[in-house]
């Protein structure tokens, strides 16, 4: 009933810059925190950034500074702007999202996730 669905990623070379983009829509009553997470090859899931709904941001100390995540609680959506991308940066990025709705509290959701290429 509930959907993440993600858009912006590609290939980019360093330096460059993307923005990710995911739009939660369903019966939703209201999202608390959402964030974005990413997975690279051989390595684990890990947090990106979060932000709560009241605009609290959190994020890995590797992309402080360099990555910003924002949100529209009006229109359910929260992005990411990535700047200065390193290699280090490519990943599987996933959009997530603690959502209440009729029979869940704050029910994670995952978007499809979307690849994030940083290479020359």
């Known amino acids: ?9 590609g290939l980019v070379q360093p330096g460059g810059s993307l923005r ?4 939660a829509s369903g019966s939703i009553l209201s ?3 959402m ?8 390595k684990v899931r890990e947090l990106v950034a ?3 709904s009241g605009g609290s941001t959190n994020y890995a100390d590797s992309v402080k500074g360099r990555f910003a995540i924002s949100r529209d609680n009006a229109k359910n959506t929260v992005a990411l702007q990535m700047s200065s991308l ?3 940066d490519t990943a599987v990025y996933y959009c997530n999202a603690n959502i209440n709705s009729r ?18």
């Not at 990710?20 to 739009?23: P, T």
């Not at 964030?35 to 051989?42: D, F, T």
């Open 35 to 42: 964030g974005w997470y990413r997975q690279a090859p051989g």
């Open 50 to 52: 979060d932000i709560t």
């Open 31 to 33: 999202i608390n925190l």
């Open 86 to 88: 390193k290699p280090e």
């Open 20 to 23: 990710l983009s995911c739009a």
């Open 103 to 120: 029979y869940y509290t704050s029910n994670a959701y995952w978007g499809q996730g979307t690849q994030v290429t940083v290479s020359s």
């Open 1 to 9: 009933q509930v959907q993440l669905v993600e858009s912006g990623g």
